[in-house]
């Protein structure tokens, strides 16, 4: 019998859950499945351009877990773009995180911390103090003033 699976630790909720090719009908297409965690992997190593050891820990599994998770959402979406398959996301075992997202003004960098760290001093990425907070959450608190 296999292990339970722990929930991985997920940023926010997907903006959309399903993607489809333009022109066909949803009644012609074959539909490829990828879970909520196999979006968050290629989120942190591809969009964010994190190395597998620091997406790994964000996402709270082991650097060799998070590669099987990477590489299988890499071959789901090749696999419905090549193919011309519909991407539905969906399902996996995760917990919503507690990070705060930022977003730099001057560099367009982003980064997340978590929640109750306090307010971070500057961009991480290039240094700038023009940064806003990009969440949801109490943005008069986390908005330097003008």
């Known amino acids: 019998m296999p292990r339970p699976t722990c929930p991985r630790r997920v940023a926010r909720p997907p903006a959309c859950d399903y993607f489809k090719p333009r022109g066909v009908p949803m009644t012609a297409l074959e539909e490829v499945t990828l879970s909520v965690d196999e979006l968050e992997a290629l989120r942190l190593a591809d969009l964010e351009g994190l190395y597998q050891e620091a997406a790994a820990e964000r996402l709270g599994v082991s650097r060799t877990t998070f590669g099987r998770i990477v590489g299988s959402a890499r071959h789901k979406v090749a696999e419905a773009l090549v193919l011309g398959k519909a991407l539905s996301i969906s399902g996996g075992a995760v917990a919503w995180s507690q990070d705060r997202q930022f ?30 907070r990009v969440d949801g959450g109490p943005r008069g608190a986390e908005r330097p003033a003008p």
């Open 103 to 132: 977003v730099c003004d001057a560099g367009g960098h982003r980064w997340s911390l978590p929640l109750g760290s306090g307010r971070p001093e500057a961009c991480p990425g290039c240094g700038s103090q023009a940064f806003h």
